[in-house]
């Protein structure tokens, strides 16, 4: 992936609606998102709900793989990680839901990273391998017999879901909405400055030109390691709150498929794009359900289908091709203005 | 020790499938540098072949050579339909396009053979003479298979004009084109290669894993800890690689971590032979042009 525009592009060189619509569009979007858990049941509630976790999930390997050119095939292990977290703190130490979050995406941050250290010497192929490797492993691990005290082994760990705080007058559905609502907020906020900064331009760089970006001065091992551990620090987050919202972890949920999942997702949603994540969650969650209509295994095959022809056809996604739908619109209202 | 050895001959027959596989992962890695990521669900898509000819009453050595044949020709069309156009793709793009073939080939085996598991017969007889407590004749004979695949690959490349011309495009695929080499049909007869060898692999573990859509799935990280203890780009490497890693996964979760960790085991190989020797056993070591 050479160019992505809506990362590269100068914020001066924007169409000046582009500029501030987006401000509008955003402040609309999350009154939107506000009335939404009132108005649908809390089925519908709880499925945007995972959505929205998983959109965090997507924007940290979207991180990694994305604009830093590290391909992870096995990124459901760092989702797992803060699932297990998250479930092992809530029902064996008591913590609450609210303090054991950041230990676990402390804890995946930590770990991402020290993973990112081998990786630092495996170049695309290789870490993909690498981490393929972890994703395959995974499940045998939580299920192995002498951590079986605390992950229950094959048969999981039931948790139980939070009540709203404050006698808010919110069922728990509707609370956890909310919560995962300004988590997702405030991860794509974040994730949206680093990019800006200087740091995010040398995560980009490094996937670009890694030798001209060392020459440059930029330290590359570091700046991977970084990318590492804040895209496993944002997948564990979504692992943990996914958690929290299906109230049910076990090993079988986290099989070599979550990672490829994720993997579809991006691509889906939009290789380097910051909105792809939210496409490529909502396309991870419903697109099974309908496909499963049509046979037990047709989800697989049309996933793969998907896959090639984005690569073909699409190659940044949905994201990609709904900015370039905004250009051109925006380009047509310009013209008939002058 | 009877244990010991029955353990180390299990490994071996294991291994040889190991080997088998990592064989077709180089192949590929080879002549393209790309690893195959779909090679395991090829592999295990060709033994259903297989397994539906056997038991729809066809005999099974002629299953065996028709499964080949096809395999070969699935392969030859892979590489011709969808990895040619991705010739300068980036890597990130080549991943995404195997990883859609890993799932179509295991969803579609699911779609067509049924999710259950399946016995795979073994075409080796239970002989009297080599009954023994250390080995069975499966095992005997998978080690044969290998050691025949093997012999006749290194024949192949070693001895004949053909082998020649892959191993000229491999290494240098300009220079090749420019020698009258049609490098195309070379790259197409190196894949169909790579996909009949693993649908021997796959024939071969078949009846030990059993035969079902996820059954690849292990042995292919396997496979990949083989190649890359031997080396990637070393086809004799591989063949090592595939019986150290079958050996030290059976005598490893016979007495050591037991058998619920041996995914483990090929993670830690394959994370510890990257950092501390990349180039593997008998692979060259990779010097880049900056």
Known sequence: ?338 | METFLHQLFAGLATGGVYASLALALVMIYQATHLVNFAQGELAMFSTYTAWAMVSAGVPYWIAFVATLALSFAAGAAIERLVIRPMANAPILSVVIVFIALLLIFNSMAGFLFGTDMQSFPSPFPELEAIQNPYFSAHEIGVLVVTLAVVFGLYSFFRFTSLGLALRAVAVNPQSARLVGIRVGSMLALGWGLSAAIGAIAGMMVAPIVFLDPNMMVGVQVYAFAAALVGGIDSPLGAVLGGFLVGVLENLLGAYVIGTELKLTVALALIVVVLIVKPSGLLGKTAVTRV
Not at chain 1, 123 to 131: D, F, N, P, Q, R
Not at chain 1, 269 to 297: D, N, V
């Open chain 1, 1 to 338: 992936m050479t160019n992505s525009y809506a990362a590269t592009l100068p914020r001066t060189q924007m169409p000046a609606l582009l500029r501030y619509r987006r401000f509008l569009l955003l402040l609309l979007g999350l009154a939107a998102l506000s009335i939404v858990p009132f108005a649908l049941e809390d089925f519908w509630v709880f499925q945007l709900t995972l959505v929205m976790a998983s959109s965090i999930a997507l924007l940290g390997l979207n991180l990694l793989t994305g604009f830093n050119g590290q391909i992870s095939l096995g990124h459901g292990a760092f989702f797992a990680l803060g699932a297990y977290t998250q479930a092992i703190l809530m029902t064996q130490f008591s913590v609450p839901y609210a303090l054991a979050l950041p230990v676990a995406g402390l804890l995946c941050l930590g770990f991402g990273m020290l993973f990112g250290l081998p990786a630092l010497r495996l170049e695309g192929l290789y870490l993909a391998l690498a981490t393929f490797a972890l994703g395959v492993a995974l499940p045998q691990l939580l299920k192995y017999r002498h951590f079986e005290a605390w992950t229950g082994g094959v048969q999981g760990i039931t948790l139980s879901k939070p009540e709203a705080p404050f006698r808010l007058d919110l069922t728990p559905d509707q609370w956890l909405y909310f919560f995962v609502l300004a988590l997702a907020v405030v991860c794509f906020l974040t994730a949206r400055s680093l990019l800006h900064s200087h740091v995010g331009r040398a995560i980009v760089a490094i996937r670009d030109q890694p030798i001209a970006a060392a020459a440059m001065g930029i330290d590359v091992a570091r700046y991977k390691t970084i990318t590492f551990g804040v895209s496993s620090l944002y997948t564990g987050i979504a692992g943990a709150l996914t958690a929290i919202a299906v109230q049910f972890v076990a090993p079988d949920s986290f099989t070599s498929l979550l990672s490829i999942d994720l993997l579809v997702g991006i691509v889906v949603g939009g290789i380097a794009q910051l909105p792809g994540a939210i496409y490529g969650a909502l396309f991870m969650r419903f697109i099974p359900t309908l496909t499963e209509h049509l046979s037990k295994s047709a989800t697989g095959a049309i996933y793969g289908v998907i896959l090639i022809v984005f690569v073909y056809a699409m190659p940044y996604g949905i994201a990609g091709f709904v900015t370039r739908m905004f250009m051109r619109l925006t380009q047509a209202m310009k013209r008939r203005g002058s």
